[in-house]
């Protein structure tokens, strides 16, 4: 079993939609949970970070994390052509170093 | 990609020899990383350090080699020993105070011809 699964998609929704993400662990002792976006061919840059359980929101974004079930979530509210990327979960397991996920490539239709 | 510069960009090496990737930060970060990212999948984690004249293998260490006599560089050789060399490498760092966050340099694309 990998550390961190993601379903590689394509995810495809229409502009405007909510978009949902999804990511599981398999390390009950991880602490820190981070979603990456990454355009092609360039490297990834931090969207959101949750540490507790519940949501966390930033502005369109909002990260869900669900420790009891090994489940963190990304919902993007009101999608724009612009969030067409790889994104990426990575877990901190205590490591100090994070375990990536393969990624979710989401598209978002005109 | 912040104060987290890579070079070069591109490069490309013949079968057989070494090669050093660049990575320097002047963010005042404790902690940096060695990334790999292949086509279509995450990353894999090769060498991290946490202070100075300290360094950790990661995951997928053979055929690479690192090296921390500076806070702010963090260089990574990867030897005629790597099979498959070929691949996305990523330098990142941590201010490690308080933060798991890590942020990534731009990347240096490695072919192997």
């Known amino acids: 079993q990998k550390e961190v699964e993601q379903n590689s998609g394509p995810l495809s929704v229409p502009e405007g939609a909510i978009a949902s993400l999804n990511c599981t662990y398999s390390?009950?002792?991880?602490?820190?949970f981070f979603w990456y976006r990454q355009y092609s061919g360039k490297s990834p840059e931090l969207i959101m970070s949750?540490?507790?359980?519940g949501d966390k929101e930033d502005g369109r974004f909002t990260a869900q994390l669900n420790k009891a079930s090994q489940y963190v979530s990304l919902l993007i509210r009101d999608s724009q052509p612009s969030d067409s990327a790889t994104y990426l979960c990575?877990?901190?397991?205590?490591?100090?170093?994070?375990?990536f996920g393969s990624g979710t490539r989401l598209q978002v239709q005109p | 990609d912040g104060g987290i510069t890579q070079s070069p960009k591109y490069l490309f090496r013949k079968e057989g020899q070494n090669v050093t990737l660049s990575c320097e930060q002047n963010l005042n970060h404790d902690a940096m990383y060695w990334y790999r990212q292949d086509p279509g999948q995450g990353l894999r984690l090769i060498y991290y350090s946490q202070i100075v004249n300290d360094f950790q293998k990661g995951d997928i260490a053979e055929g690479y080699s690192v090296s921390r006599e500076k806070k702010e560089s963090f260089p990574l050789t990867v030897t005629s020993a790597q099979k498959n060399p070929t691949a996305f490498y990523l330098c990142a760092s941590r201010l490690d105070r308080g933060t798991d966050t890590q942020y990534f340099g731009p990347g240096t694309r490695l072919t192997v011809l």
């Open positions: 990575a877990v901190d397991t205590g490591r100090r170093a994070l375990t």
């Open positions: 949750i540490y507790s359980n």
């Open positions: 390390d009950r002792g991880s602490q820190s």
